[in-house]
């Protein structure tokens, strides 16, 4: 235990020490929760910003081995939302007090998508008198598509690097040139340039992920000084290529606790940025994100798509809430908040104050 406090006290934690801190079991890790715990009300407070999640579509052109609405899987019925259901979804967001939304979705390059995303924008900032902050998560772009979408209302940008070793990432998509990591990495890095907020994040406990990758993960996130993090444990699917390696997995109970130590320690390492408790880590425990915002996280995304597709947007299995509509969903949420002493941050952007930081902004 004097070794944990010795090494929580430290101005700079090495990636040794981040190993040890991966590596504690759930009675050690209690002081790296009480300590990541401080440090987030110290430095972004108790409030949690909310993001209505709104899943635009799932048809994408894009074959990550990993995700269950991949290009090559044929048991997807694919949908994509009407202008009038994004834009009911956004509503809702606005008139529930959420102050922001996300759009995300399979990856699409083409122009009449492009373009519906820049109409989508400008609507959404009408409807909401230019209140309603937009995130997006669209996959990669070229660099005039990110201005073009920005110019239009959206001001952060979510680009998972998913695992920042090139090896690892090799062996989780295909070998071509619309998967290539080098790619990932420079339009993370034009995304920053384009003078959003930028977020990325990691899957927790994929096939042949080590400690030590993880380790590197949040070295990763430090070294781009990223804005914000949406980071969780990776969940099998049956129709991916990946699922083969489902009995060499963590359990998934180990994934969800190493998505705690990821959370505590980069609010450790990180203290401003946004981090944000994620679906997937519902998914194993049904109050895993209320978990991770005692711990460290600071944003909520709840799901308001419309619940009719909702099942459609299948990334893993056991996915929360594919059942149910968006009050559903919220009624639930509110109720959990309050078990962690969270307080719902009504109308507020919650923008990362990492990003006025890096940029002098403010
Ligand atoms: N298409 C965009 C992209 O990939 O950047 C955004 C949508 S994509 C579905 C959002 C995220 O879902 C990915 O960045 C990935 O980390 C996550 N995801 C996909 N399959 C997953 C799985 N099996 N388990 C956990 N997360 C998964
Ligand atoms: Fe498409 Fe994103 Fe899934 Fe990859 S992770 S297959 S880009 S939706």
Redesign the pocket.
């Known amino acids: 235990m004097n070794n944990i406090s010795n090494i929580l006290q430290k101005e700079k934690l090495e990636k040794t020490d981040i190993i040890t801190l991966l590596n504690l079991d759930k009675e050690q890790a209690k002081i790296l929760f009480e300590k990541s715990s401080e440090i987030k009300q110290n430095n972004v407070g108790n409030k949690v910003y909310y993001r209505g999640l709104i899943e635009l579509s799932n048809i994408?052109k894009?074959d990550?081995f990993?995700?269950?609405?991949r290009k090559s899987n044929k048991n997807v019925s694919r949908y994509e939302l009407t202008d009038k259901d994004v834009l009911d979804a956004a509503k809702y967001s606005y008139d529930n007090k959420f102050g922001s939304i996300v759009l995300?979705?399979?990856?699409r390059t083409d122009k009449k998508f492009t373009d519906r995303i820049t109409y989508l924008l400008e609507e959404i900032k009408k409807l909401s008198n230019g209140k309603l902050g937009v995130t997006l998560?669209?996959?990669e772009q070229t660099d005039q598509i990110y201005k073009q979408w920005k110019e239009a209302g959206a001001h952060r940008y979510l680009?998972?690097i998913?695992e920042s070793n090139k090896d690892l990432y090799k062996k989780l998509h295909p070998n071509n040139n619309l998967h290539s990591f080098e790619t990932r990495i420079n339009v993370l890095k034009s995304i920053q340039n384009a003078g959003y907020q930028t977020g990325t994040?990691v899957?927790i406990g994929l096939p042949f992920q080590t400690v030590e990758n993880l380790a590197d993960d949040l070295l990763f996130f430090l070294n781009f000084n990223i804005d914000m993090v949406g980071m969780?444990?990776?969940?099998?699917?049956e129709d991916?290529p990946l699922y083969k390696y489902k009995n060499e997995l963590w359990h998934l109970n180990d994934r969800f606790f190493m998505s705690l130590k990821m959370v505590a320690i980069l609010r450790i390492i990180m203290p401003k940025i946004n981090i944000a408790a994620t679906t997937?880590m519902q998914s194993i425990d049904p109050i895993g994100r209320e978990k991770a915002i005692k711990i460290g996280a600071n944003v909520l995304m709840p799901n308001v798509t419309p619940g009719i597709v909702r099942k459609n947007y299948l990334?893993?299995e056991n996915k929360p809430c594919i059942d149910e509509n968006a009050d559903d969903c919220l009624d639930c949420l509110k109720t959990r908040l309050k078990l962690v002493n969270a307080e719902f941050a009504e109308n507020e952007w919650g923008d990362s104050k990492h990003f006025f930081i890096r940029t002098n902004k403010k």
């Not at 990993?66 to 609405?69: F, K, L, R, T």
């Open positions: 994408c894009k990550c990993y995700c269950g609405i995300q979705g399979g990856e998560s669209l996959g680009l998972r998913e994040g899957m969780g444990p990776y969940i099998e699917h991916t997937a990334l893993y």
